[in-house]
């Protein structure tokens, strides 16, 4: 239950920002840009966060609304390009930005283990 939770959880959040930002933009500019990111994903952070829509186990990696806003929107645009017209070039135009994105997470994820590591390390050496 709590992966479906999760799910829609970030599943929310992606189609409030992908239908509610664009506009908020249009109609106010860069100001309204700063709005929409406080007002909008606040609010998100609030409903996934602090009342708990989204679970993180105590020890597991905290992955915020960044990944569940851009799968939300490539898979929008992906079923919204397979309706209209039948193609699936909103897919697979993404999918370089999607490579480029697990190695950016792979090489993160492995500096963050040797930096906890290295921290663990001098934890026992000072206390």
């Known amino acids: 239950m709590k992966l479906v939770r999760s799910t829609i959880g970030y599943m929310f959040a992606g189609m409030i920002v ?3 930002w664009g506009g908020v933009i ?4 860069t100001i309204g840009g700063i ?3 406080f007002l909008i994903i ?13 679970y993180h186990g105590p020890q597991s990696g905290f992955v915020d609304l960044g990944m569940g806003v ?13 309706l ?5 070039n909103a897919l697979t135009d993404s999918l370089p930005t999607i490579a480029f994105v ?11 283990a040797m930096v906890e590591r290295d921290l663990n390390k001098d934890a026992e050496v000072n206390g």
């Open 18 to 20: 992908m239908s509610v």
């Open 26 to 29: 249009e109609g106010l500019g």
């Open 35 to 37: 709005l929409a990111g």
């Open 42 to 54: 606040g609010v998100m952070w609030f409903l996934n966060h602090h009342l708990g829509l989204v």
């Open 70 to 82: 851009g799968f939300t929107g490539i898979f929008r645009d992906m079923w919204i390009s397979i």
């Open 84 to 88: 209209g017209d039948g193609n699936i």
């Open 102 to 112: 697990v190695i950016g997470a792979l090489i993160g994820g492995y500096l963050a």
